[in-house]
């Protein structure tokens, strides 16, 4: 039964009209592309942004504050046994602390005008080991990067100026005019300090956009703090090493140190309502697609339908001399396997091949994140077996409902 | 005595529904021996081809009997039916009926694959029962691509090549020419003297005299009977 449904089916595909099956073909796999590149590329919204979040800001484990207190404690142990612990490639130490930049004190004559000044967070940073983690000097869009040689320098997260948040509205306050070279002043507590921009630093991670950046000796002549507890810690891990940020944080709290910050991994610190976002563009993904699946399907049941009705009098004969409905039957269900699995596979190559490193090369520019093409194998998988069924289904039951007519009417025409 | 591989008794056949219901075959009792050839004829609408198709389990008789080779037929499930005509029954059209996009050899082969021989199997068999019918440098080629007498002989080698019990042939000669249609009469009769039981309906009486016996339809009953020698 199954061999003759295969020669059968073979000698149909084979001889039917070439364009006609690349079009079908060609249906399953733009319904493949659609089930899979809509909610890759909804979900992929919010995942460019976290996968920038990791690169840029958390690393793969990032430590912070417990709720309450205002420092990490045991920086330095903690800092020691990072270095010591495997599976760690980078590590970046960074200082925070509310301050109040004020810009264009100097030209200032009206003084009923409110002063032009932001609030943010300042960063004390080692620039070598911030640089190792997240790459920041790339992200320098006028000016230069700081030098840990130099003192009396700062860095400005491009949405503290108001040319760059402009579109952001008046969502948070922002500087006028500040460009590299020009003087602004640091408050923090009683503490005011003059620094020139050094440059002007622009992504699309907020905990970088939204902050000012100096060295770590800059900082702490700023900052009145007597000991050396962070703020943050970054912790990127070793690729190929084997090691997940589960590991890493698992090792961290079993070392003791579970209760001197909140640990997290980089997936952990994520926001809940991203996630619920993430679900939600997720499900309207495949809602879409399933849509898609749907018109698919019925493409199939038409396409089968109608070669069957026009082939029914040869349907008759078959089964006349003795072939089986089942086998008949079978033969329509490898033509639809066809034009699934071959538009699958074409669809599969396009989202691998071309689809997904495009967009990592080039990914969608949206104003909170690089838009990726998220397509994770399985649920890529899941989706091609899940059209490939869809099809099947479709296919035998128009060739089920033609067969099982009465033999000698289909070979009459009755 | 020779046995006899079909045995029909009181054999009804209408058509149509309760209220206007077309008898077609009314009471047809007859007998056909191992080795017979056997022609039905009668004019258009008489039921010469609603008999074979009720002989040849190609459809379901109103009422009556109809025992091939020993086994009764009323009792038995589709899938018997359909394994029944595989196995132990050939079909000749009266147009052929060959599947178009299948080459000759694969138009004969498919039946065989059916049985569950192998596909090289199945070619094998194929090969050799075209070349008896004649065709051997056609094999590859499409029904399209063959003469009416050509497909005619392709039709006959996919019945005979698994060597059916009863061979049935509706009108094999109506879409042919004068000259083809002898040569397809030769080959029955050919099969005939090899021992083959086969069913014939013809119109045509040239033809019918290659039978040994002939029947005559009249009404959906058999009028008279005629034994050829």
């Not at chain 1, 920041?136 to 840990?148: A, C, H, K």
């Amino acid at each position: 039964m199954i061999s003759v449904g295969w020669f059968l089916a073979k000698r149909q595909v084979k001889g039917s009209n070439k364009s006609t099956t690349f079009l079908i073909v060609f249906i399953m796999m733009l319904t493949f592309l659609n089930l899979v590149v809509v909610s890759g590329i909804l979900v992929g919204l919010i995942e460019g942004g976290n996968r920038a979040n990791k690169d840029q800001y958390t690393g793969d484990v990032i430590i912070t504050t417990i709720a309450g207190e205002p420092e990490i404690s045991h920086t330095l142990e903690l800092r020691s046994t990072l270095e010591k612990m495997q599976g760690i490639s980078n590590v970046s130490i960074r200082y925070l602390e509310p301050v109040t930049i004020e810009a264009n004190y100097k030209t200032r004559r009206d003084f009923s005008v409110l002063r032009d000044t932001a609030g943010t967070q300042i960063a004390g940073l080692t620039l070598e080991d911030e640089e190792a983690l997240s790459g920041i000097s790339r992200f320098v869009v006028e000016g230069d990067f700081l030098n840990e040689n130099e003192s009396g320098y700062i860095l400005i997260g491009a949405n503290l100026l108001h040319r760059y948040s402009a579109d952001f509205g008046d969502f948070f306050a922002s500087l006028e005019g500040v460009y590299p070279g020009e003087e602004v002043r640091v408050t923090v507590g009683d503490n005011t300090k003059t620094f020139i921009v050094k440059g002007i630093l622009d992504t699309k991670v907020d905990q970088v956009s939204l902050r000012a950046f100096v060295t770590k000796a800059d900082f702490l002549r700023l900052v009145d703090r007597t000991g050396l507890n962070a703020n943050e810690i970054a912790i990127k891990i070793s690729p190929n090493t084997g090691f997940t940020p589960d590991n890493i944080k698992s090792n961290l709290i079993k070392a003791g140190f579970g209760d001197d910050g909140k640990i997290q991994t980089a997936t952990e610190a994520i926001p809940d309502f991203l996630n619920q976002i993430t679900l939600a563009f997720g499900l309207l993904g495949n809602v879409i697609g399933l849509i898609g699946i749907v018109v698919a399907s019925i493409t199939i049941f038409i396409v089968i339908f109608i070669n069957a009705v026009t082939r029914r009098k040869y349907i008759g004969i078959m089964k006349g001399i003795g072939i089986s409905e089942r086998a008949i039957e079978v033969s329509y269900v490898f033509q639809s396997i066809f034009y699934a699995l071959l538009g699958g596979l074409l669809g599969l190559i396009v989202v691998y091949g071309l689809l997904v490193p495009f967009f990592y090369a080039h990914p969608l520019n949206f104003p909170f994140s690089d838009g990726i093409l998220v397509a994770p194998v399985g649920e890529t998988s899941f989706k091609f077996f899940l059209l490939l069924f869809v099809t099947i289904v479709a296919g035998y039951i128009p060739a089920r409902q033609i067969v099982k007519k009465n033999t000698l009417d289909s070979i009459l025409g009755r | 005595m020779t046995k006899n591989i079909i045995s029909i008794k009181n054999l009804h056949k209408s058509y149509g529904t309760k209220e206007l219901e077309t008898p077609v075959l009314r009471g047809i009792d007859l007998e056909v021996g191992e080795g017979e050839f056997l022609g039905i004829m009668g004019k258009s609408g008489a039921g010469k081809s609603t008999l074979m198709y009720q002989i040849g389990l190609l459809d379901h008789p109103t009422s009556g009997e109809i025992i091939l080779n020993n086994v009764n037929t009323e009792k038995l499930s589709m899938e018997e039916r359909t394994q029944l005509r595989l196995f132990e029954l050939g079909y000749v059209f009266q147009d052929y009926a060959l599947i178009p996009e299948l080459s000759a050899s694969e138009n004969v082969m498919i039946p065989i694959l059916m049985q569950g021989k192998s596909f090289d199997e199945a070619k094998k068999i194929g090969q050799n029962i075209l070349d008896k019918v004649g065709l051997s440098n056609r094999t590859h080629n499409k029904p399209s691509a063959l003469s009416g007498g050509e497909q005619q002989r392709v039709s006959i080698a996919r019945a005979m090549a698994h060597n059916p019990k009863i061979l049935f042939a509706d009108e094999p000669t109506a879409n042919l020419d004068t000259a083809s249609g002898h040569s397809i009469i030769e080959l029955f009769k050919d099969l005939h003297q090899r021992g083959q039981t086969i069913v014939m309906v013809t119109h045509e009486e040239e033809y019918a005299k290659y039978c040994n016996r002939i029947i005559h339809l009249e009404d959906g009953k058999i009028v008279k009977e005629s034994k050829q020698k």
